[in-house]
């Protein structure tokens, strides 16, 4: 990619980034629309994150998506908030607009879109999902303003379960657990922790669980280093239809791009920037 006098900015802030496939992504975006636009891994610490953003606006950078684990941490230097966001209370995208950080989070939208690509409908399906993090907030807000039939979140930091029960009992049925119940049946189960990523593949958060797992069951893990987690490997071996984190970061990254560069991309970006991490390795 060439860069002038009139390139701008994109990147990513997080930490750690060694993993990201962000900007060969949206380098793809980039070149498939013309448009003249660079995007860069920033890797920070937590201390210097909030004055690296605060510095990039000023340099009049365009925007950034924002990673693990600074996606509530960057309310703070947000100058205007979109609804949804401000609902979730988290931002995984920032756009400047007139020198102001405007945040967005397109994480949500990204997972139940490529969802429904990848694996169906999830409408009236009752939905467990391990872990409560950034992207466990956007996930079931989606799932529940779009018609999902439960929403389960089991994790051991109820501080963090009480905002996203807040979000999900509005639209649909919420239930908290520290341990999953194996006697209830679940349609669809989400792994949302680190737990499988790269270097530790032989980790399966949903061990003691597997037997809940059926060929009827859809199975998703945010993880896509290694593509195939073990939970995806021992749920695909039941039967179960499974999907990695790929199609949301793509999704997710498709809603990002357009609210950088004020553009649609065309329909078939998804497909062949899915294809473009076939073979990635990391």
């Keep these: 990619m060439t860069t002038s006098s009139q390139t701008k900015l994109l990147g990513i802030f997080g930490n750690p980034l060694a993993h990201t496939l962000s ?3 949206h380098s793809y975006f980039a070149e498939k629309t013309g448009k003249d636009v660079t995007y860069l891994a920033f890797e920070v610490e937590k201390e210097d994150f909030k004055p690296s953003v605060l510095q990039a606006k000023t340099m009049g950078a365009l925007g950034f998506n924002i990673t693990s684990p600074y996606k509530i941490d960057v ?3 947000v100058d205007v908030l ?3 966001a401000k609902r979730m209370g988290s931002v995984n995208t920032i756009v400047n607009r007139e020198g102001k950080w405007c945040g967005y989070n397109t994480d949500g939208d990204g997972f ?3 969802f429904e690509r990848i694996l169906g409908s999830f409408q009236k399906k009752d939905v467990l999902m391990l872990g409560a993090g950034g992207s466990a907030r956007s996930i079931a807000y989606k799932l529940a303003q779009k018609g999902a039939g439960s929403v389960t979140i089991s994790s051991r930091t109820k501080e963090k379960i009480l905002p996203i029960e807040d979000l999900v009992k509005e639209y649909t049925k919420f239930y908290a657990c520290e341990e999953i119940d194996t ?3 679940y349609d669809i189960v989400i792994n949302l922790t680190p737990l499988g990523m790269h270097p530790h593949e032989e980790e399966n958060p949903f061990n003691k669980y597997m037997d809940m797992i059926t060929d009827k069951t859809l199975c998703c893990d945010l993880i896509y280093n290694p593509k195939k987690t073990r939970f995806l490997q021992e749920a695909e ?3 179960a239809k499974i999907m990695n984190g790929l199609p949301m970061l793509v999704m997710q990254g498709i809603y990002a791009f357009e609210l950088f560069c004020d ?3 065309p329909e078939e970006c998804f497909n062949e920037a899915l294809a473009l991490f076939k073979d990635f390795r990391i």
Excluded: I, W, Y
């Design 75 to 77: 309310l703070d230097v």
């Design 112 to 114: 139940v879109d490529s």
């Design 183 to 185: 006697d209830k049946q």
């Design 82 to 84: 979109d609804a949804e």
């Design 237 to 239: 071996a039941k039967g």
């Design 263 to 265: 553009c649609k991309l």
């Design 23 to 25: 900007p060969k992504m």
